[in-house]
């Protein structure tokens, strides 16, 4: 199992951007995908992209598509979650996830889904403010 620690969170005005990293250690990163997911205040945990581990596939929730951009560094056992154009419905608590599984391209229902995952790191906070 892996262990994983997001930084990068914070606060931010409406239209501004923020770059979330999430670090694995542990066992062979390449052996998993990486997601991330958010939770706002009252509401469930929800999908916000995924990312296969040789970056051919990276499914994304339709709320973030075409703002927000995963990436990982393999060779640093590293993830990323780049935002931009950030909306206060964003705001939420953002976790990093760690799949294992080899497969190229990711089923979005599969990727999508946070019992998938079997490593959660410990969450860092993301405030959009109007």
């Known amino acids: 199992q892996v262990h994983l620690t997001e930084s990068g969170g914070g606060w931010v005005q409406a239209g501004g951007s923020l770059r979330l990293t999430c670090v694995a250690s542990g066992d062979t990163f390449t052996n998993y995908v990486m997601g991330w997911f958010r939770q706002a205040p009252g509401k469930e945990r929800e999908f916000v992209a995924a990312?296969?581990?040789?970056?051919?596939?990276?499914p994304y929730s339709d709320s973030v598509k075409d703002r927000f951009t995963i990436s990982r560094d393999n060779a640093k056992n590293t993830c990323f979650l780049e935002m931009d154009n950030l909306k206060p419905e964003d705001t939420a608590i953002y976790y990093c996830a760690a799949w294992e599984e080899s497969a190229s391209i990711l089923s979005m229902t599969l990727a999508s889904r946070s019992s998938s995952y079997n490593s959660w790191g410990q969450g860092t906070q993301v405030t959009v403010s109007s």
């Open positions: 990312i296969s581990w040789s970056s051919r596939s990276m």
